[in-house]
């Protein structure tokens, strides 16, 4: 059976050499890899509409993120809103609040609806979808939800999507929604 000595280089490295190269590497300052935080932690649901399931079980935690760069990230990975399968959607609510009425956190709100036809949806859906992420990551949180601070929030909202104002957009509470009897929910409020 053969051996093999080990191979020596035939220069071997010069400490001065190595010296050199150590000391003059860039010192980078913190500010270029220091996250910047957000006001809140988010979490990021997914509903997927599998008739096979209970709504529970067709809902799903995506992410969580409290950070501008984890945000980016995430958003960056994810299929775009556009792309969902019908009956599919996204979720974002602070962390600690489940996306279903039953959250006590949650029961005394609502949601801001727009109706979209197909051709506004191809075109506006995605950018629609990346607005409302970033209204809701980027504002101040709000303790109350009345009447004057509801429709300040749609005015503001509509506003940041760019819809025409002869558009309007509806606001549906949770309570409503959770209690109605026909297929659809009457507006609350309007903008």
Same mark, same amino acid.
């Given at each position: 059976?053969a051996t093999?000595e080990p191979?020596?280089?035939?220069?071997?490295?010069?400490?001065?050499?190595e010296?050199?190269?150590?000391t003059s590497?860039?010192v980078?300052?913190?500010?270029s890899y220091?996250?910047?935080p957000?006001q809140?932690?988010w979490?990021?649901?997914?509903?997927k !509409?599998?008739?096979?399931?209970? #709504?529970?079980?067709? +809902?799903?935690l995506?992410?969580?993120?409290?950070?501008?760069?984890? $945000? *980016?990230?995430l958003?960056?990975?994810i299929?775009?809103?556009?792309?969902?399968m019908?009956g599919c959607d996204?979720?974002?609510f602070?962390?600690?609040?489940e996306?279903?009425?039953?959250?006590?956190r !949650?029961?005394r709100?609502?949601? #801001?609806?727009?109706? +979209?036809?197909?051709?506004?949806?191809?075109?506006?859906?995605?950018? $629609? *979808?990346l607005?409302?992420l970033?209204c809701l990551?980027?504002?101040?949180?709000?303790?109350?939800?009345?009447r004057?601070?509801?429709?300040?929030?749609?005015?503001v909202y509509?506003?940041r999507?760019?819809?025409p104002?002869k558009?309007?957009?509806?606001?549906?509470?949770?309570a409503?929604?959770a209690?109605k009897s026909?297929?659809?929910?009457?507006n609350?409020?309007?903008?």
């Amino acid at each position: 059976m053969a051996t093999a000595e080990p191979e020596t280089p035939s220069n071997p490295p010069n400490p001065e050499e190595e010296k050199t190269e150590e000391t003059s590497q860039e010192v980078v300052s913190p500010e270029s890899y220091i996250k910047h935080p957000l006001q809140n932690r988010w979490s990021l649901w997914f509903f997927k !509409n599998d008739k096979s399931k209970t #709504w529970q079980a067709n +809902l799903r935690l995506i992410s969580k993120f409290d950070t501008v760069e984890d $945000f *980016w990230a995430l958003y960056n990975h994810i299929q775009l809103s556009s792309n969902l399968m019908s009956g599919c959607d996204y979720s974002l609510f602070k962390d600690g609040i489940e996306p279903m009425w039953e959250d006590e956190r !949650n029961k005394r709100g609502g949601r #801001w609806l727009i109706t +979209l036809s197909k051709q506004q949806r191809r075109a506006d859906l995605d950018r $629609f *979808w990346l607005e409302t992420l970033l209204c809701l990551i980027g504002r101040p949180s709000m303790t109350t939800a009345t009447r004057e601070a509801v429709t300040h929030i749609g005015r503001v909202y509509k506003e940041r999507l760019g819809v025409p104002p002869k558009v309007t957009i509806g606001y549906q509470s949770h309570a409503d929604t959770a209690t109605k009897s026909g297929s659809t929910t009457k507006n609350k409020f309007v903008v």
